[in-house]
């Protein structure tokens, strides 16, 4: 018995922990955004507009963008998958890289916007998350869903976490819970974000930016109040501001 006893000690504090390894992956996401649900939510405009719009552009992007997240240990990094061709009638897709290092709680973005590229490097926001009692399968994971809020857009965030992924961030940015988000849902289905393929342990995992960033340094704060005036002039002038701005 005390050699059972003596052989469980030794493995305990001897073994290689599963905990203490850097766990790295990579997700692929696909986002979809509904122009048509989105414009259907503007003050200016009427149902017969929404259903002139639904005709012309109904299909138009129905297959959506897909981004990659790739994480190793504590550090992540968003981004347009590379590999991504467009087909038929497009545009070039604005700047959208996020990284995320949660050991040092520091950020650096590049986001282009408004034509202008913007250099972000401050502190991760605090996200306030409202967990909730839902759950569902996403890329092969049980997930909890939560809920927060982006004041700046006026959206409401639905998020679906996976405690079995021991990483807490997540796309566009989004992170602060205990799990990976493999999905968001933005106002109600106007942009979902979905991951689509999940790869945990990959061998090679890049967390690292472009060596050769150009663009304006700001704080969040101040692009934030940018993009605000801009949404509130251009509904203000009845237009869909959401042609030049992310949703």
Sequence with gaps: MKNIIYTIIVLFFFAPSAQAQEMQGLITYN??????????????????????????????????????????????LY??????????????????ILTRDY??????????????????????????????NEIKEVAGYLCMKAETKNLVKGQTIHAWFADGINFMGGPEGYGGLPGTILELDINDGDAIITATEVNIEMPEVSTALPKKVKG?????????????????ET?????????????
């Design 216 to 232: 304006k340094k700001i704080a969040q704060s101040d692009l934030d109040v940018i993009v605000k005036k801009y949404i509130d």
């Design 103 to 132: 050991k040092t709680n520091q950020k650096f973005d590049i986001i282009e916007t408004l034509g202008k590229v913007y250099l972000i490097e401050e502190e991760i926001p605090k996200t306030k998350w409202k967990i909730l």
């Design 79 to 96: 981004k347009l998958r590379e590999k991504e061709t467009t087909e038929g009638y497009s545009w070039k897709p604005d700047k959208f």
């Design 31 to 76: 986002r979809k955004t509904d122009y048509i649900s989105i414009m259907s939510k503007l003050p200016h405009i009427s149902q017969e507009e929404v259903d002139r719009m639904s005709l012309t552009w109904g299909n138009w992007n129905s297959k959506g963008r897909d981004y990659e997240l790739s994480f190793k240990g504590d550090k992540s």
């Design 235 to 247: 509904i203000e002038g009845k237009k869909n501001p959401y042609w030049r701005v992310r949703y």
